[in-house]
């Protein structure tokens, strides 16, 4: 008999949203500032893990640019990667959509080359080394300007080969969706799928800015579509996929406690809802993690656990590879969520 929720066995799913600069955890970070002589202002990975205390999304993003300073070659992405896929593994990710954010390397001096290079150099190999097969999303940063994402989409024209789709991150409040409009337009015309950060800590405007201006077909974040009733019946209607991230909104205090999470409200009201960690070496947990935690905090059901694994499939960008797709989905199908621990 196969145990349930063993963590030798856990529950199948797709990470639709990760930031892989976000898995740097502070034992890789302190190694390659050794291995590329950069010095970092923190004594040591308890110091840095120290700071790991936020207000909210922009305290953590001034420290999350910050320790980028120690990615610099393709190896450092590649292990960056690689170590990522890993972990991911281990907690029952088959699928993963990475995002990966071009502009915050452009403007240190390391080229789009070295960046998709040495991710792909990780990626390209994962279903082999890891069992994990995986997409990649190229994120524009909201704050910085229109103009900078046309060049940056411009700049991964070699390598669309690599990229799958686009997203809009970084600061959210003040920088809505619309400023993107002719970017979006430019990539949906290169065959690129189209995502955006929205109603994390922005208003329910931008959610529905992203899906009309910027045509989005997935939603990251989009928790504060809550707050609008009728946008709750458009996204439920357009079958449209929220990728929630649990413990990210407790981190950055978007909600109180974990407890006070809507994921059942959402879940209830006939959302397509995910879990993902989104930059889980600074929020406490990967995918695997969020599920145990919201299954803890807010005592999901077997089913409902099931549906958010099944959902994480429906809504991943795999339309190219649907047999994939179809055996992630039988495995899930499959699984035993009857026991007690994912
Ligand atoms: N949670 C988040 N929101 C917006 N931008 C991000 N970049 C990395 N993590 C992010
Ligand atoms: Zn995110």
Redesign the pocket.
Known sequence: MKRPYDSSMPVPKAELHL?I??TLEPELAFALAARNGVDLPWADTDALREAYRFQD?QS??DL?YALMAVLRTERDFEDLADAYLARAAAQGVRHAEI?F?PQAHLSRGVSMDTVVEGLWRALGRSTRTHGVSTRLIM?FLRDESAGSAMATLDAAKPYLDRITGVGL????VGHPPAKFREVYEAAAALGLRRVA?AG?EGPPEYITEALDVLGVERV??GLRCMEDPALVERLVRERVPLTL?PL?NVR?RTVDTLADHPLPAMLDAGLLCTVNS??PAYFGGYAGDNFTAVREALGLGPERLRELARNSFLASFLEDDEERRARYLAEVEAYDFAGDAP
Do not use: K
């Open positions: 930031h600069e976000g999304l953590f993003l999350y995002f954010d994120c991150d970084s600061a959210e950060h994390e990251d974040h991230c990210s950055l989104d930059d």
